[in-house]
């Protein structure tokens, strides 16, 4: 081997302690890259494959119930390659062994499965066939987690009568990856939610429905032509009572794994490079050091003939083996992890054909990726050997100007200090690179710390704002069709009921021009005591009389400014439009809806007083109240606001587990970066620090310097870090997808504490691992020594 | 009629330190003979490290010119002078500045890699005594073993010229003869050039000529009939 490599590897290794920190961070960088990356290709391969092998449709159509015979005129609508009709309705369901009621949306599959759009991926059990009286196909993920078998049985309530069918399988459909029954839902409630798959003829049976469809798909020959099929048909179908044409970028499940993909996508990048940015601090500083102090040996080198070019790479040489040695183990350390997650992306999704493959492309841009970095910082630090004369580098370094600093100068307090927190100032003042350097490596990690923590701050805040300013109800109870208003008498009249409000909920589709939204307009009464809107600025607002009060991000959406007249179509009722003034905008954390006084939306509607859910609050709870209640045959659901935070905080595990991962990884950047500054600042002064240990100090005395030093460091990093750590939070919440929920930017005094202490605590062992340093430094060789 | 080796004619170094400037060098004129063994004597702050830093390629001078076997050096480019140096100049300091990491064979083997004509790197540790010795990093030698690996360091890639800065000043004179005694060996053996440059009188003593070197000029240049042998020398 070359002598300079084997000087390089040999610095390295008696110096394992520095360089395996840096290691460690680019470690950290590539492997997130390598996992994020992967899992993204994984997803994203998977997803694909599965939505072309198991045909997901091109477009989804929603009508009333019509005839069976308007899908032939649908194939032969040009583009259009084929056409399913079927049935799709959501009804309750009760299942053995569990007391509260699920909604089962109930979906009618062709006998044969092989050929059919959306075809079923059966997990276990097998399709229905023969007889399909009775025959029944679950979601896998409600079965899981019920513990249901084959041969279990679900009783859905049909046209009031409980049906009992027998499972025959356990299925996984291409449309629901993402098992919710709206957009409205954010997050699936295996509990509660789940996808029963009926035969066709037998569900059309069972419901009344002979001959007749309620629900189309629509695969295409060319998806690029979506559009313009999605206008024809629209056009088609407006006298069958169409409610909806989507494509499959407004299918809920579709739009759902999207949002996701994008948000790894983008975390796939934005994370690494914070990493590698900050790796790449501390190698400039790590190399900066090892020049000045080899200065004697570069001088020895040249006068043996060796070219500065030589040396020049002798010394990039450390930072490349710190960005190949950290780039292969993140690489490796990334393959794992990015199988991990994918496979913990199963958990939340219904992939059954996960493919998960490594990517030789992302790992060679990883490494690549990595010795770019690496490369351009051990550049930056070695090119100081090209300003070393050969001569004067033989010579010992002239002791740098020490002065007094301006803040000393400037502000008498300074000069006040004991004399160990003056050197403190001055030798910063002094190095003036290297303390800006370390703390910009400081306040970044403090800054990814706090961009990730005050996303459950903000996640907190959330759900204390929509769930317990705005909702004061205890429960809601949603009906399965309309009722008039008058039932909330009959609510009344239960004991434990204290008070009830009636509330309706329709879809609409909310048009401004050519601007328009689907969204559920909310109906409440004026005054609500239970339902409290505010406006932006946190005042509350009612909806008392005209118009609409909109969310915020429904009206910058829709681009409408309150004065402006909204077009209002039912998707309920097709056919029923009204124009409505856009009466202020409402501050709304989850979901994006528009409000409107109860009686005024029911006139919208153009009908009588009805609604479809009520509000109540309680007196106490007499345990069978709330099954009673639920039992009630025009009972759909009854939940409280309770369950939303339950089921959010489910589906918030793996963001808990992401964030997790980053913190951890932060904190050991952290350690990494603070032990380096530390063992750099006591080696470059090795000779300064024995002599003050000649002249006296104690060792502890000589320590508590260079702590100091830290403290300053470290505290300067964090006043630079907070904020820094809530810009960067900031443009992490722009990647919440808005209509799910808009998380609003809070970092609690509690986050920026623990970031304090973590960096305390660093400061506090980097030195620890240092103290033998200090205290085993041996006066006479480190005085004998030339530098 | 010997041949001139290296011709120094009218060199003068002058520093500017801020305000002051400080003339290191004076005017000074010599020759280098092939296969001779010359001390440049003077006490410290003489100039004779800036003398030898120019003679060496390490520096330029202010005035005056430098040639090496009729090719003036001190018009050379960086790159020109880095293969000067690896080529012609084999250096010795008075503090060995062995690298640390390297054994004792590394070391040599440090410059015989980037030469063109090396001498065998075992054959040199022999020379120097230290064959033995050739996996042991320089911690773990003493003082004069470790500037006898210096010496063969110099002499392993085989130039022309050895250039010694205080080879003796930081050893004890036992060991610090042992040293000159290999320099010696090494002018007459293997008919290398070798200047020394001390402040250290003693040593002229074996030399075939002294360069005398007082404030920056040539005081003297002395030729010496019979050298003595290094182990009489005295200090």
New interface residues.
Partial sequence: M???S??TL??IK?NKGQYMAVILVVVIGIALYNASYMSYQNLKTSTEFYYEEYQLPHLFIRLNKSPESIVKSIERVEGVSRVQGRMVLDVPMDIPGYEGKVEARVVSVPPLNDDALNRVHIEAGRYISGDYQGMALVEKQFMDFHGLDIGSAVSPIINGKSIRLSVQGKAVSPEYIYPVPSAQEAMPDNERFTILYLEHGFMQQLFGYEGMVNDIVVGLNDESEVETVKKELEDMLKHYGLISVIGRKDQVSYMMMENELKQLESMGLAYPVIFLLIGSIVIYMLLLRLVDNQR??I??L???????R?ILFHYLGYALFVGLAGSMLGSLAGVWLGGALTRYYLVYFNIPVLQVKTYIGVIAAGILMSLAFCGIAGLNAAKRVLKI???EA?RPVAPAGGKKWWGERMLPFFGRMGITWRLTFRNMWRNKKRTIFTVSAIAMTVGLMISILLMLDSVDYLFDKAFGDALSYDYKVVFTRDMPQGIINDLSEFREIRYAEPMAEYPFKLKNGWREEDAMVIGIQDQSEMYHLTDLSGGRVDVSGEGILLSDGLARDLGVKPGDILKLESLYKPGVEQEVIVKGFVEQYMGSNGFMELGKLNSTMGEGSTINSALIRIRYNSGAFLKELEDMPFVRSVRAPDDMVRQYNEYMDLVYAYIGVIVTLSCIMGFAIIYNTTTISIMERKRELASLRIMGFTSNKVAELIFNENTAVSVIGLMVGMPLGRAMGAQILKNVPEDMMSLPLVVYPKTYMLAAATVALFVFLAQLANMRRISRMDLVEVMKS?E | MEKVLLKAENLSKIYNMGEVTVEALRDASFCIYEGEFVVILGPSGSGKSTLLNIVGGMDTPTLGKVSFKGREINGMNDNELTRYRRENIGFIFQFYNLLPNLTARENVELVTDISSNPLDVMDVLDKVGLRDRADHFPSQMSGGEQQRIAVARAVAKNPEMLLCDEPTGALDNITGRVVLRVLRDINRDMGKTVVVITHNAAIADMADRVVYLSNGRIADIKKIDNPIDPERIEW
């Fill in positions: 070359n002598k300079l084997l000087m040999r610095d008696n004697r040996q001088g020895v040249m006068a043996l003939g060796f070219t500065k030589a004369a050969p001569p033989m030339r």
